[in-house]
């Protein structure tokens, strides 16, 4: 896992996803954002903090566990 430190690191350049079961509420919600090589993970109310990076099959490997586990 590469951990980086808010804006100034190309996070500004990352496109934010988050769950389309999110709700509206804008209350705990994780953003995703795909870069060449990573996924970028951040807390949707502490946009500033330091945002976790993951290889992208570390993070498949994740979204299938949670998947197939209803996590």
Same mark, same amino acid.
């Given at each position: 896992?590469?951990?980086?430190? +808010?804006?100034?690191? +190309?996070?500004?350049?990352? *496109? &934010?996803?988050? *769950?389309?079961?999110?709700?509206?509420?804008? +209350?705990?919600?994780?953003?995703?954002?795909? #870069?060449? +090589?990573?996924?970028?993970?951040?807390?949707?109310?502490?946009?500033?903090? #330091?945002?976790?990076?993951?290889?992208?099959?570390? &993070?498949?490997?994740?979204?299938?566990?949670?998947?197939?586990?209803?996590?």
């Amino acid at each position: 896992m590469i951990v980086e430190l +808010g804006p100034g690191n +190309g996070e500004a350049e990352l *496109s &934010w996803r988050k *769950s389309g079961h999110s709700g509206s509420g804008g +209350g705990d919600c994780v953003e995703v954002a795909l #870069a060449p +090589g990573a996924v970028h993970v951040r807390d949707s109310k502490a946009q500033a903090e #330091a945002v976790p990076a993951f290889p992208r099959e570390q &993070w498949a490997a994740f979204t299938a566990y949670a998947r197939e586990n209803a996590v």
